[in-house]
């Protein structure tokens, strides 16, 4: 296992579609493992293989059991999550929340989704699962298909006064602030 560099916003890697998981050998689980490995280090929720420079369709999901969890920033308890080839099967409702990536860590922008998804796709081990989600689990699920499908949650943005840069500080910038993607 090992912590890998993450793509930023103009890695062309974020922007293609990922290609299909066909082979669950040694390989795959090294790169399963690396993405655990560097989404816990960042500290992040989910990450997806675009995100490490691999155009697969893989992603993992680490959510905290509790609120408790997440004030705690303890990211070893909680379920992990491993997704190969995912696909969402059904969506309904809509949810808008502030949302983030590891690979834009300057930004934050309020983003409509689906507050419940049901998706198909294959564990680590190939085995094929469906998986439903909401609230949370719903936007992480989507926003890493997305990654999958080369877009970037500031795609989803649906005007500029929803997007704000992230000063050192962890505090907004200031309304008006010339903001480049």
């Not at 066909?22 to 993405?35: A, K, M, S, W, Y």
């Not at 059904?90 to 990536?101: F, L, R, T, Y």
């Amino acid at each position: 296992m090992a912590i890998r560099p993450l793509s930023q916003s103009s890695d062309p890697v974020l922007r293609q579609k990922a290609k299909k998981v066909r082979d669950f050998g040694p390989p795959l689980q090294g790169l399963i493992d690396d993405l655990v490995e560097t989404m816990h280090a960042a500290p992040g929720i989910g990450l997806a293989a675009p995100q490490l420079g691999v155009a697969l369709r893989v992603a993992v999901i680490h959510l905290p059991q509790s609120e408790e969890e997440e004030e705690n920033e303890d990211h070893h308890r909680g379920r992990l999550i491993v997704i190969c080839n995912p696909e969402i099967v059904k969506s309904w409702g809509e949810q808008e929340s502030e949302e983030g990536c590891l690979s834009l860590p300057a930004y934050v922008g309020e983003v409509k989704r689906a507050a419940r998804v049901v998706i198909k796709a294959q564990d680590r081990r190939g085995k094929r699962i469906r998986l439903r989600g909401k609230g949370l689990m719903a936007r992480v699920l989507q926003h890493e298909i997305d990654h999958l499908n080369g877009k970037l949650f500031v795609d989803r943005v649906e005007s500029l006064d929803k997007l704000h840069r992230i000063e050192p500080s962890g505090e907004k910038a200031e309304a008006g602030q010339e903001i480049v993607i």
